[in-house]
């Protein structure tokens, strides 16, 4: 059973361009979280979703960040317009229960 | 509000000593309780879980944790470090019922000396 896929690992933007970063989750999972790891701190909750369906977006960015977990293929985050702040590690996890597990994270540079 | 706080950020400790790291969470609601463990550039890999049932919990590597409710505290410990073991670490809570996000700490780096 391969674990939770991320791409690319690492992505170089220029400021205002736009960043897609994928997620696999683990075969059986349904439960899919973003999270966005600052340098020098801890991970911190973006969105939490399941096939189709957005269930908690309270740690997103209400501007420029969207979300999406289609019913076939990898969940898709999505900056838009990036910024020189936009640039961290971003850590996907899938869940079958409470258990997350981690991919190894897309690291974006905003020049 | 709920939160999770481990003290220190960086811990330094000889190869062969004792590791403790600590974690207290605030939570109105029974928590659930992990350990992450993260290597330089790469993802978390849990080190270990407290759901229920038995509050020293075993994991990976030699580490284990304990769950003191009356001190809302799960600190991790190692009787003897590892060069290995050197890496960051992550205390992380989930709160409430069902798939819930987890509330993590700010990480814990720790340095092993020969």
């Known amino acids: 059973n391969a674990g939770v896929m991320q791409n690319p690992r690492h992505l170089v933007r220029r400021r205002g361009q736009e960043a897609r970063l994928r997620c696999s989750p683990m075969?059986?999972?349904?439960?899919v979280y973003w999270y966005r790891q600052l340098p020098e701190e801890g991970l911190k909750f973006m969105v939490y979703?399941?096939?189709?369906?957005?269930?908690?977006e309270s740690g997103m960015p209400k501007e420029r960040f969207s979300a999406e977990f289609p019913k076939e293929g990898p969940s898709i985050l999505r900056i838009q317009q990036v910024v020189r702040g936009d640039s961290a590690a971003y850590f996907c996890?899938?869940?079958?229960?409470?258990?997350?597990?981690f991919g190894p994270g897309t690291r974006l540079t905003v020049l | 509000a709920q939160s999770v706080t481990q003290l220190g950020s960086h811990v330094s400790v000889s190869e062969g000593a004792l590791v403790l790291l600590r974690c207290n969470y605030s939570?109105?609601?029974?928590?659930?309780l992990f350990w992450y463990v993260q290597y330089p550039n790469q993802g978390l890999q849990l080190l270990l879980k407290?759901?229920?049932?038995?509050?020293l919990v075993k994991g990976i590597n030699g580490f284990e944790a304990e769950f003191k409710k009356s001190e809302t505290s799960f600190h991790l410990t190692k009787p003897s470090a590892h060069m290995s073991d050197a890496a960051e670490y992550f205390c992380?809570?989930?709160f409430g019922h069902g798939n819930t996000p987890l509330v993590f700490g700010k990480g814990t780096r720790l340095s092993v000396i020969a």
């Open positions: 992380a809570v989930s």
């Open positions: 996890a899938s869940s079958p229960e409470r258990e997350q597990f």
């Open positions: 979703l399941q096939k189709e369906n957005i269930i908690d």
């Open positions: 075969k059986g999972h349904s439960h």
């Open positions: 939570s109105s609601v029974p928590p659930y």
């Open positions: 407290y759901t229920t049932g038995a509050t």
